[in-house]
């Protein structure tokens, strides 16, 4: 029984499925609200569609180790609702070939995206679709990650062994279940061992404070903090990061520390960022979403000079955090029924992780939108219904082989300003940002381009 909803609650609405015991009826809970409308949501109000059914204790699953890797290779995947390990065996195969050609980091969440509730009643665990997703991580060659969100519906004021799916994204655990929270952590670390990288939560979920206007940081780092001590009591060796907050922004000025051509950062994002970082236990890394796009005007100025806005988020982390270990769990640079092809999107995806490679990013995941069934999947790793390469999933794979973590940055000029590029001692790659077929020097080579294309070459031997 795995509730649907696979997509990202504040750029993409999720559909979560409600399932009653022995019942065949199948209710879409239409119209879960996008993200601002998350923040005025009812914390208390459950329904409790899905009844947790008792079965045998299943033993954890035996995983391969990660591969061992040179460099933190930076980029990778979150699975969401769709993924390959439900898929028929042939498309599945052909999945793990695209993501583990080149092994990347691949996500998952405790509950929801793809995997059912962990703990329906208090100390009674079903972590079998999670065991399913983790293997197929295992299977494909994925560095583990883990994103410990959301919670069962008895930490949020609902009832034992009752799942109501359509509050999933908008309730944060109560502060009396805290602790509860941190132990099913500690059990999914244990379940997991070869998981050792670990974000606390998702965007905040719950934890926005409508009588003050502003995120309860407060609340969400005394959470943080229980959960992180447990996690270090499993295995010392285990990396934490939060605080996962959406750092949205808006094209008018308003009052705010950070700034640009791409707009204005919401300032209450930034204090619940400086307020984590002064009052968390610990951390190994700090972690953070958003979008290129601005609340009021979509990209500013342009589609391509709207990604600067996450190179100089990066830089404000950075020197906030003394220099911590910046992940990115989520970005998006495309507006709503923007009408892109295939090629502009992938361009404009290009550019963006050309600006987290230049500020000095550790770790970018990019939020599969992959579909049930076959048809178009705008941005998908690998076709529906087929398990072949997209360009996007091509993309990842060329900068998590070129562009590892701390990879050295070479200065390689354009004739033509349109053309962007980004390379290091062995590699270029290249990005015509323009509709049109663009012709310049790069790095000494004549190139022509055709309309949004992207090309590599290599540099020196090797």
């Given at each position: 029984?795995i509730?649907?909803?696979?997509?990202?609650?504040?750029?993409r609405?999720?559909?979560?499925?409600?399932l009653?015991?022995g019942?065949l009826a199948?209710v879409?809970?239409?119209?879960?609200?996008?993200?601002?409308?998350?923040?005025?949501?009812?914390?208390?109000e459950?329904?409790?569609?899905?009844?947790?059914?008792?079965?045998p204790?299943?033993?954890?699953?035996?995983l391969e180790q990660?591969?061992?890797?040179?460099?933190?290779?930076r980029?990778?995947?979150?699975?969401?609702?769709?993924?390959a390990?439900t898929?028929?065996?042939?498309?599945?195969?052909?999945?793990?070939?695209?993501?583990?050609?080149v092994p990347?980091?691949?996500?998952?969440?405790?509950?929801?995206?793809?995997v059912?509730n962990?703990?329906?009643?208090?100390?009674?665990?079903?972590l079998?679709?999670?065991?399913r997703?983790?293997?197929?991580?295992?299977?494909?060659?994925?560095?583990?990650?883990?994103?410990?969100?959301?919670a069962?519906d008895?930490?949020?004021?609902?009832?034992?062994?009752?799942?109501?799916?359509s509050?999933?994204h908008?309730v944060?655990?109560?502060r009396?279940h805290?602790?509860?929270?941190?132990?099913l952590?500690a059990k999914?670390?244990?379940?997991?061992?070869?998981?050792k990288?670990f974000?606390?939560?998702?965007?905040?979920?719950?934890?926005?404070?409508?009588?003050?206007?502003?995120?309860?940081?407060?609340g969400?780092t005394?959470m943080?903090?229980?959960?992180?001590?447990?996690?270090?009591?499993?295995?010392?060796?285990?990396?934490?990061g939060?605080?996962?907050?959406?750092?949205?922004?808006?094209?008018?000025?308003?009052?705010?520390e950070l700034?640009?051509?791409?707009?204005?950062?919401?300032?209450?994002a930034?204090?619940?960022i400086?307020?984590?970082?002064?009052?968390?236990?610990?951390?190994?890394?700090?972690?953070?979403?958003g979008?290129?796009m601005?609340?009021?005007?979509?990209?500013?100025?342009?589609?391509?000079a709207?990604?600067?806005k996450f190179?100089?988020?990066?830089?404000w982390?950075?020197?906030?955090?003394?220099d911590?270990p910046?992940?990115?769990?989520?970005?998006?640079?495309?507006?709503?029924?923007s009408?892109w092809?295939?090629?502009k999107?992938?361009?404009?995806q290009?550019?963006a992780?050309?600006?987290?490679?230049r500020s000095?990013?550790?770790?970018?995941?990019?939020?599969?939108p992959?579909?049930?069934g076959?048809g178009?999947?705008?941005?998908?790793?690998?076709?529906?219904?087929?398990?072949?390469?997209?360009?996007?999933a091509?993309?990842?794979s060329?900068?998590t082989?070129?562009?590892?973590?701390?990879?050295r940055?070479?200065?390689?000029?354009?004739?033509?300003?349109?053309?962007?590029?980004l390379?290091?001692?062995r590699?270029v790659?290249?990005?015509?940002?323009?509709?049109?077929d663009?012709?310049?020097?790069?790095?000494?080579?004549?190139?022509?381009?055709?309309?949004?294309e992207?090309?590599?070459d290599?540099?020196?031997?090797g």
């Amino acid at each position: 029984m795995i509730p649907t909803d696979g997509r990202h609650a504040r750029r993409r609405p999720p559909w979560p499925l409600a399932l009653g015991a022995g019942i065949l009826a199948i209710v879409l809970v239409t119209g879960i609200m996008i993200y601002a409308a998350v923040r005025t949501g009812s914390r208390d109000e459950f329904k409790g569609g899905e009844v947790a059914e008792i079965g045998p204790t299943q033993p954890a699953p035996t995983l391969e180790q990660p591969p061992a890797l040179e460099a933190w290779p930076r980029w990778g995947v979150t699975h969401t609702q769709y993924s390959a390990d439900t898929a028929p065996r042939e498309i599945a195969d052909q999945a793990e070939g695209v993501l583990g050609r080149v092994p990347m980091l691949q996500n998952q969440h405790i509950m929801g995206w793809g995997v059912g509730n962990p703990e329906p009643r208090p100390g009674q665990y079903n972590l079998n679709d999670l065991d399913r997703r983790m293997k197929f991580i295992s299977s494909s060659r994925g560095i583990p990650v883990i994103t410990l969100c959301c919670a069962p519906d008895w930490m949020k004021g609902g009832q034992p062994g009752r799942t109501d799916w359509s509050k999933n994204h908008t309730v944060a655990p109560k502060r009396e279940h805290f602790d509860d929270y941190a132990k099913l952590a500690a059990k999914v670390a244990k379940q997991y061992p070869t998981v050792k990288h670990f974000m606390v939560w998702n965007e905040f979920k719950g934890f926005w404070d409508p009588t003050t206007n502003r995120w309860d940081a407060e609340g969400y780092t005394q959470m943080y903090n229980k959960v992180y001590a447990a996690l270090k009591q499993v295995d010392d060796d285990i990396q934490v990061g939060g605080p996962y907050v959406p750092i949205e922004s808006n094209a008018r000025t308003s009052a705010s520390e950070l700034s640009g051509p791409w707009g204005t950062i919401d300032q209450r994002a930034l204090d619940a960022i400086e307020y984590w970082i002064q009052n968390k236990k610990g951390a190994d890394f700090i972690v953070v979403d958003g979008a290129s796009m601005t609340n009021d005007k979509g990209n500013v100025p342009d589609e391509f000079a709207a990604q600067a806005k996450f190179g100089a988020i990066t830089t404000w982390l950075r020197e906030k955090s003394n220099d911590m270990p910046v992940w990115w769990a989520e970005w998006y640079v495309e507006p709503e029924n923007s009408g892109w092809s295939e090629d502009k999107r992938t361009a404009v995806q290009a550019t963006a992780l050309m600006e987290f490679a230049r500020s000095g990013v550790t770790s970018a995941l990019y939020w599969n939108p992959q579909v049930k069934g076959q048809g178009t999947c705008a941005g998908c790793l690998w076709t529906p219904g087929g398990g072949e390469d997209t360009p996007m999933a091509g993309l990842l794979s060329g900068f998590t082989r070129w562009f590892p973590a701390g990879v050295r940055l070479q200065q390689v000029g354009s004739s033509d300003e349109r053309i962007k590029v980004l390379a290091q001692e062995r590699q270029v790659v290249m990005v015509n940002t323009a509709d049109a077929d663009v012709t310049a020097t790069v790095d000494g080579k004549q190139v022509t381009f055709k309309p949004y294309e992207i090309k590599w070459d290599g540099r020196g031997q090797g």
